[in-house]
Nanobody, 113 residues
Framework: QERFVESGGGLVQPGGSLKLSCAATGFSFDGEIMLWHRQAPEKAREWVATVFPAGATFYTDSVKGRFTASRDNDKNTVFLQMTDLRPDDTAVYYC???????WGQGTQVTVSS
């Protein structure tokens, strides 16, 4: 059974940085495309980033140049390094295997002074 456990969120001031982690189990991680999503209060969940098995990445426009997604296939873990954080980055962040219908509990990121 697929499982995703996100961690690393917290409260940070505007302009600050956080690094999120997501431990994935229950499938062959190194062959799968991994995704990061987020859901802000009272908004629909939105795609943030894609990490391909060999490490290529794509990002939604609002985070380009500020967020960096990566993965460690030996540890079945995907990461999201977030810099220059803004208040509108406040959301619960989730990782997911492309095509999966399973979600983890997410990790809360709050950007506020």
């Amino acid at each position: 059974q697929e499982r995703f456990v996100e961690s690393g969120g917290g409260l940070v001031q505007p302009g600050g940085s956080l690094k999120l982690s997501c431990a994935a189990t229950g499938f062959s991680f190194d062959g799968e495309i991994m995704l990061w999503h987020r859901q802000a209060p009272e908004k629909a969940r939105e795609w943030v980033a894609t990490v391909f098995p060999a490490g290529a990445t794509f990002y939604t426009d609002s985070v380009k140049g500020r967020f960096t997604a990566s993965r460690d296939n030996d540890k079945n873990t995907v990461f999201l390094q977030m810099t220059d954080l803004r208040p509108d980055d406040t959301a619960v962040y989730y990782c997911q295997k492309d095509g999966s219908t399973t979600w983890g509990q997410g990790t809360q990121v709050t950007v506020s002074s």
